[in-house]
């Protein structure tokens, strides 16, 4: 009986909690998936059921196929550069923590994090200017010729990813360095004593036995990738001022859709598109690190 009461309690206790989290999460998702098998314009009163037609029209829609592989290309890229060089970064610093230096090291890998992202992105368009830029600059000394890094459309593309894998690193490396103070460190000590280098130790027993941490931070770094939106939109707008024109993404794409041309119910689609991308490589993500965890 005294049981029951605990639970009966518990439950009443999460109920608030539980119902901000679906009328804030849950429900927008739901909402989406309606609005996305209508024709919903916000200038029209009519706003019928039209089924699967936004999802049939997006396939030949030519913007949001560029939007798609772009954004696709800077999420895959930012994860590529931001796990092994955070999982680098935090072994360095961990074996590091014992000098008075530690605290400033792990300070400035995470500052990048917390900055707010227009002001991050600004400079960064000052780095990449092709005439004022201290990067063609620095290029010049070894007799590079200045690059239009913002005005083209694969270096621009990499621009972004400079960025976000810049931002998204100092993260990735406290969690690391979180799981890093968590390993035993008899294992360590065992496998120096057989002989094992740094290297050896790092790749055989650090790599394997981080996995977890390894799956949290792909699935966010991931994610955080497929919804950029700030990052383009202020370092790759164009001289007459239109944000984002080189490096188009989904995020970008469904706004103009929704508040520019007023189509609603297409936005939407797209999020759901989205929405399914990202479940999906998440899904992959952990059967694909669960089985060789297990291997």
Known sequence: MLKRKRWIFAILALLPTLAIFAYVRMYPIVDILRL????????????????????????????????????????FGVLAITIPLAMVIAALIFHRTRTRMSGFYETSVFIPHIVSLVPAAMAWKWIFDARLGPLNAFLSVFGIEPQAWLFDPVLSVICVIVLCSWQALGYAVLIYLVGFKNLPV????????????????????????????????????????????????????????????????????????????????????????????????TLIQFTLLREKGKA
């Open 36 to 75: 996305s098998v209508h024709r919903w314009n916000i200038l029209s009163k009519n706003k019928p059921f039209i089924g699967l037609e936004n999802f049939r029209e997006l396939m030949g829609d030519h913007l949001f196929l560029s939007a798609l592989m772009n954004t696709t290309i800077i999420a």
């Open 186 to 281: 008899s294992l360590y000590e065992a496998a120096k004593l057989d002989g094992a280098s740094g290297p050896t130790s790092f790749w055989h027993l650090s790599i394997p036995m981080l996995k977890p941490i390894t799956l949290y931070v792909s699935v966010v770094t991931l994610v955080s990738g497929f919804n950029v939106y700030a990052q383009p939109f202020v370092l790759a707008s164009d001289s007459q001022g239109a944000p984002g024109r080189q490096v188009r993404v989904l995020v970008l794409d469904m706004l103009e859709n929704s508040f520019r041309n007023y189509r609603v119910g297409y936005a939407a689609s797209e999020a759901v598109v989205l929405l399914v991308i990202v479940l999906v490589l």
